[in-house]
């Protein structure tokens, strides 16, 4: 029984604002999808890699993945989809008989440790369907009803719009969810499955959201700063405090 890790490169990177997709984009002297790749070789637990390519640069993304000598695992690569479910889609079409098992990893979070992908797919193995890592959050949040606007009209400028507070939850119970995502290859098959046959606007924003949709149970192990997702120029800077290479080690 093996496992398959899914890594999603096929964004364009729209909010970074480079003029190349964000998986190619460096950190550190090497490209982002690279850093992932590497890391989650070095786990020792993934038996190969499918990586998603934005339309036309599949053979760009396979001479960056393919060829470094620290990724030691075999690698395909698939033209991704319009969004990022079916970019995991078109990843999870090409699991082979043998893979039980399916990780999926943003190549927008390049530093998420071999430790945590361990710990993923140990969590997994141990009999749970769906997994996901999280950490606490420390912000205190609220839910606001949208695009309501109290104000009285010509008050205020544009950015003074207001939105009214419906809710705050109880921070203790709150995670925020990071990528590897590790799921029982059937239950994420079932999922997508689901979830391509829903409206697009009810697209998931990450897979174990799909799964939760079927009503299935989903748990969250311990996530990491590292693992941290790669957004905005702010983030890249926060990136190189990771990028020191210690998360090469197994
Ligand atoms: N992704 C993908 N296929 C898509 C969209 C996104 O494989 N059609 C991948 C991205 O490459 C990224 C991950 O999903 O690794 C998370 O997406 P996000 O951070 O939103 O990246 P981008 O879509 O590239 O960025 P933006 O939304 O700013 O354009
Ligand atoms: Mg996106």
Known sequence: ????????????????????????????????????????AASGVVDSLVVTAPVGLATVMSDVVTR?????????VVDGGATRQESVAAGLALAGPGDDVVLVHDAARPFASPALVRRVVA?????????????????????????VDSRPAGVFGDDAAVEPVTSTPDRSVLRAVQTPQGFDRSLLERAHAAGASRAADAHATDDAGLVEALGETVVVVPGEDAALKITTERDLVLATFYADGSGDRP
């Open 1 to 40: 029984m093996t496992t398959l890790a899914i890594l999603t490169a096929a964004g364009s990177g729209t909010r970074l604002g480079r003029d190349m997709p964000k998986a190619l984009v460096e950190v550190h002297g090497l490209p982002m999808v690279l850093h992932a790749a590497r890391r989650l």
């Open 68 to 76: 470094d000598p620290q990724v030691t695992v075999p690698v395909r």
């Open 123 to 147: 969590a997994v193995r141990g009999g749970h369907g769906a997994v996901v890592p999280g950490v606490p959050v420390v912000d205190t949040i609220k839910s606001v009803s949208v695009a």
